[in-house]
């Protein structure tokens, strides 16, 4: 079965900490994307980073990085400096190719960060 | 723009009965998701359109579940008959592309007595 754990219900940091957040994924497959999303009150799902299984390099984006560790199956996220706007949940997903052209995404069921002053 | 959105926002019901949530995505998003968010499960999606068309619905729990989007403006997904476990909030959402950020509506809590 195609899976994403995210073993974290909840996280909290400290302002300007820094804090990692777990993910652990199953497949099968070689060729596949890897996401963080960030779903604050207001609901919007904000892609915050992304990776492609095939590159060996970490994604970067500002204060928000990865570490994928392929062989492990494992995506975590780590958000330096964290600011109070950082506070939301956090789900880990990725996508594969399917037969037919069409992809599949599968979510974790989300890390509740909170940051506190 | 007003959003995503869903209606009603609660629906009560009785087990066997057929129930059907609406939803108007953003105008102009090409992708519409169906998710179901329990406490149990967390959040799964449950199926996506791009361009009115099913792309993905490998996470429709069973043939009692079903999605239709006759239109850019317009889905829905039915339930029938309904049972005590599809209780849960479903949210629809849309985006511009596949991984750009989603957009959720407020979400339908719904209930199966």
């Known amino acids: 079965a195609q899976t994403v754990t995210q073993s974290q219900p909840e996280m909290s940091v400290q302002e300007a900490e820094t804090v990692t957040l777990s993910c652990t994924y199953d497949t099968s497959e070689s060729d596949y994307y890897l996401f963080w999303y960030k779903q604050p009150p207001s609901r919007q799902m904000i892609l915050v980073i992304r990776?492609?299984?095939?590159?060996?390099q970490n994604a970067t984006e500002n204060r928000f990085s990865v570490n994928f560790q392929k062989a492990a199956k494992s995506f975590s996220l780590k958000i330096s400096d964290s600011q109070l706007g950082d506070a939301a949940m956090y789900f880990c997903?990725?996508?594969?190719?399917?037969?037919?052209?069409?992809?599949?995404?599968?979510f974790g069921k989300g890390t509740k960060l909170t940051v506190n002053p | 723009d007003a959003g995503v959105i869903q209606s009603p926002r609660h629906e009560v019901t009785e087990m066997g009965q057929e129930v059907t949530l609406r939803c108007k995505p953003i105008s102009g998003h090409d992708y519409l998701f169906w998710y179901r968010q329990t406490m149990m499960r967390g959040l799964e999606l449950l199926i996506y359109?791009?361009?009115?068309?099913?792309?993905?619905d490998s996470g429709m729990p069973e043939d009692r579940f079903s999605a239709k989007m006759p239109n850019a403006s317009f889905s829905t997904l039915k339930i029938q008959p309904s049972e005590p476990r599809d209780s849960a909030v479903y949210f629809c959402?849309?985006?511009?592309?596949?991984?750009?950020?989603?957009?959720f509506g407020p979400g339908t809590r719904l209930l199966v007595l």
């Open positions: 359109f791009n361009n009115n068309v099913p792309i993905d």
């Open positions: 997903a990725y996508r594969i190719p399917t037969q037919g052209g069409s992809e599949k995404l599968v």
């Open positions: 990776q492609e299984a095939y590159k060996q």
């Open positions: 959402a849309s985006s511009l592309g596949l991984q750009e950020t989603q957009y």
